[in-house]
Protein backbone atom coordinates (compact mmCIF):
# COMPACT_ATOMS: atom_id res chain seq x y z
CA UNK A 1 0.00 0.00 0.00
CA UNK A 2 1.19 3.47 -0.91
CA UNK A 3 0.78 5.91 1.77
CA UNK A 4 -0.14 8.86 -0.20
CA UNK A 5 -0.73 12.13 1.85
CA UNK A 6 -4.55 11.71 1.40
CA UNK A 7 -4.47 8.26 2.86
CA UNK A 8 -1.87 9.59 5.59
CA UNK A 9 -4.01 12.27 6.13
CA UNK A 10 -6.81 9.44 6.94
CA UNK A 11 -5.21 7.44 8.87
CA UNK A 12 -4.39 10.56 11.02
CA UNK A 13 -7.60 11.43 11.33
CA UNK A 14 -8.60 7.89 12.09
CA UNK A 15 -5.88 7.17 14.79
CA UNK A 16 -6.57 10.78 16.75
CA UNK A 17 -10.61 10.04 16.77
CA UNK A 18 -9.81 6.61 17.84
CA UNK A 19 -6.91 7.13 20.59
CA UNK A 20 -7.79 5.75 23.27
CA UNK A 21 -10.55 3.09 22.23
CA UNK A 22 -9.83 -0.47 22.57
CA UNK A 23 -11.50 -3.33 20.51
CA UNK A 24 -14.24 -5.06 22.09
CA UNK A 25 -13.20 -7.08 25.38
CA UNK A 26 -9.11 -6.56 24.10
CA UNK A 27 -6.26 -4.38 24.79
CA UNK A 28 -5.87 -3.93 21.23
CA UNK A 29 -6.72 -0.32 20.16
CA UNK A 30 -9.16 -0.18 17.88
CA UNK A 31 -7.08 1.94 15.02
CA UNK A 32 -5.50 -1.83 14.72
CA UNK A 33 -8.20 -2.47 12.98
CA UNK A 34 -8.54 -0.32 9.94
CA UNK A 35 -5.03 -0.71 9.80
CA UNK A 36 -5.76 -4.37 9.48
CA UNK A 37 -8.78 -3.84 7.37
CA UNK A 38 -6.41 -1.63 4.87
CA UNK A 39 -4.01 -4.35 4.48
CA UNK A 40 -6.83 -6.41 2.87
CA UNK A 41 -7.93 -4.09 0.64
CA UNK A 42 -4.46 -2.76 -0.61
CA UNK A 43 -4.27 -6.54 -2.23
CA UNK A 44 -6.96 -6.09 -4.48
CA UNK A 45 -7.09 -2.15 -4.80
CA UNK A 46 -4.07 0.53 -4.87
CA UNK A 47 -7.31 3.14 -5.11
CA UNK A 48 -6.54 6.10 -2.34
CA UNK A 49 -10.26 6.94 -1.97
CA UNK A 50 -11.22 3.35 -1.30
CA UNK A 51 -8.12 2.94 1.28
CA UNK A 52 -8.67 6.36 2.95
CA UNK A 53 -12.26 5.39 3.29
CA UNK A 54 -10.47 2.49 5.29
CA UNK A 55 -9.27 3.89 7.73
CA UNK A 56 -12.11 6.34 8.58
CA UNK A 57 -14.68 3.12 8.49
CA UNK A 58 -16.04 3.44 11.90
CA UNK A 59 -15.25 7.34 12.72
CA UNK A 60 -18.57 8.49 11.77
CA UNK A 61 -20.36 5.69 13.99
CA UNK A 62 -17.61 5.10 16.62
CA UNK A 63 -16.50 8.83 17.42
CA UNK A 64 -17.65 11.90 18.94
CA UNK A 65 -16.86 15.33 16.58
CA UNK A 66 -16.10 14.46 13.37
CA UNK A 67 -19.06 14.60 10.82
CA UNK A 68 -19.92 13.52 8.07
CA UNK A 69 -19.94 17.38 6.37
CA UNK A 70 -16.35 17.19 7.85
CA UNK A 71 -15.69 14.10 6.03
CA UNK A 72 -16.57 15.76 2.92
CA UNK A 73 -14.83 18.60 3.19
CA UNK A 74 -11.21 16.74 4.51
CA UNK A 75 -11.88 13.85 2.18
CA UNK A 76 -14.35 14.73 -0.76
CA UNK A 77 -17.71 13.18 -1.42
CA UNK A 78 -16.74 9.61 -2.86
CA UNK A 79 -14.92 8.86 0.38
CA UNK A 80 -17.41 10.63 3.09
CA UNK A 81 -19.82 8.45 0.50
CA UNK A 82 -18.43 5.19 0.88
CA UNK A 83 -17.68 5.94 4.61
CA UNK A 84 -21.67 6.61 5.32
CA UNK A 85 -22.72 3.96 3.71
CA UNK A 86 -20.74 2.00 6.24
CA UNK A 87 -22.23 3.21 9.06
CA UNK A 88 -24.98 2.01 10.81
CA UNK A 89 -27.71 4.52 11.12
CA UNK A 90 -29.23 5.22 14.95
CA UNK A 91 -31.48 2.88 15.89
CA UNK A 92 -33.94 2.22 18.43
CA UNK A 93 -33.00 0.82 21.52
CA UNK A 94 -35.44 -1.84 21.24
CA UNK A 95 -34.26 -3.67 18.48
CA UNK A 96 -31.71 -6.79 19.04
CA UNK A 97 -28.37 -6.92 17.77
CA UNK A 98 -30.03 -9.32 14.46
CA UNK A 99 -32.44 -6.57 13.66
CA UNK A 100 -29.64 -4.27 13.44
CA UNK A 101 -27.59 -5.81 11.48
CA UNK A 102 -29.89 -6.91 8.81
CA UNK A 103 -31.42 -3.38 8.01
CA UNK A 104 -26.97 -2.91 7.86
CA UNK A 105 -27.54 -5.65 5.27
CA UNK A 106 -30.54 -4.24 3.15
CA UNK A 107 -28.39 -0.68 3.55
CA UNK A 108 -25.24 -2.29 1.54
CA UNK A 109 -27.58 -3.92 -1.15
CA UNK A 110 -28.13 -0.27 -2.20
CA UNK A 111 -24.10 0.52 -1.74
CA UNK A 112 -21.76 1.35 -4.00
CA UNK A 113 -19.30 -1.62 -5.01
CA UNK A 114 -16.65 0.14 -3.47
CA UNK A 115 -18.28 0.34 0.19
CA UNK A 116 -19.09 -3.74 -0.57
CA UNK A 117 -15.31 -4.30 -1.02
CA UNK A 118 -14.75 -2.15 2.02
CA UNK A 119 -17.42 -4.26 4.24
CA UNK A 120 -15.58 -7.88 2.71
CA UNK A 121 -12.62 -6.60 3.92
CA UNK A 122 -13.83 -5.16 7.56
CA UNK A 123 -15.79 -8.45 7.98
CA UNK A 124 -12.63 -10.31 6.77
CA UNK A 125 -10.66 -9.20 9.44
CA UNK A 126 -13.25 -9.42 12.12
CA UNK A 127 -13.37 -13.27 11.57
CA UNK A 128 -9.57 -13.70 10.75
CA UNK A 129 -8.98 -11.35 14.34
CA UNK A 130 -11.67 -13.15 16.30
CA UNK A 131 -13.30 -16.12 17.13
CA UNK A 132 -16.04 -16.75 15.04
CA UNK A 133 -19.26 -16.58 16.94
CA UNK A 134 -21.70 -19.05 15.46
CA UNK A 135 -25.27 -17.05 16.14
CA UNK A 136 -23.45 -14.50 13.87
CA UNK A 137 -22.81 -16.83 11.07
CA UNK A 138 -25.96 -15.32 9.21
CA UNK A 139 -25.02 -11.70 9.27
CA UNK A 140 -21.32 -12.48 7.32
CA UNK A 141 -23.86 -14.86 5.08
CA UNK A 142 -26.08 -11.84 4.21
CA UNK A 143 -22.74 -9.97 3.34
CA UNK A 144 -21.30 -12.94 1.30
CA UNK A 145 -24.95 -12.74 -0.41
CA UNK A 146 -25.00 -9.16 -1.32
CA UNK A 147 -21.46 -9.23 -3.11
CA UNK A 148 -22.42 -12.26 -5.14
CA UNK A 149 -25.36 -10.39 -6.11
CA UNK A 150 -23.34 -7.74 -7.47
CA UNK A 151 -20.55 -10.68 -9.02
CA UNK A 152 -18.20 -7.73 -8.13
CA UNK A 153 -15.18 -9.31 -10.28
CA UNK A 154 -12.70 -7.11 -8.61
CA UNK A 155 -13.95 -8.48 -5.37
CA UNK A 156 -13.93 -12.04 -6.41
CA UNK A 157 -10.86 -13.43 -4.90
CA UNK A 158 -11.47 -11.52 -1.40
CA UNK A 159 -14.98 -12.84 -1.62
CA UNK A 160 -13.29 -16.51 -2.06
CA UNK A 161 -11.03 -15.42 1.06
CA UNK A 162 -13.73 -14.91 2.87
CA UNK A 163 -15.79 -17.86 2.27
CA UNK A 164 -13.22 -20.07 2.72
CA UNK A 165 -11.86 -18.45 6.10
CA UNK A 166 -15.34 -18.99 7.57
CA UNK A 167 -15.91 -22.49 6.42
CA UNK A 168 -12.82 -22.95 8.47
CA UNK A 169 -13.77 -21.28 11.38
Request: charged share 30%.
Amino acid sequence: MELTPKIRKALRVAATLHDGQHRRNSPVPVIVHPFEVALVVSDYTKDEDIISSVFLHDVLEDTQGYSYEKMVEDFGDRVADIVQSLTDEPLPDELTWDQKHQKYLENLKNSSDEAVLVCLADKFANVSHDQLNLDRVWYYQGVIDVAKERELTKNTKLLERFIELLQKS
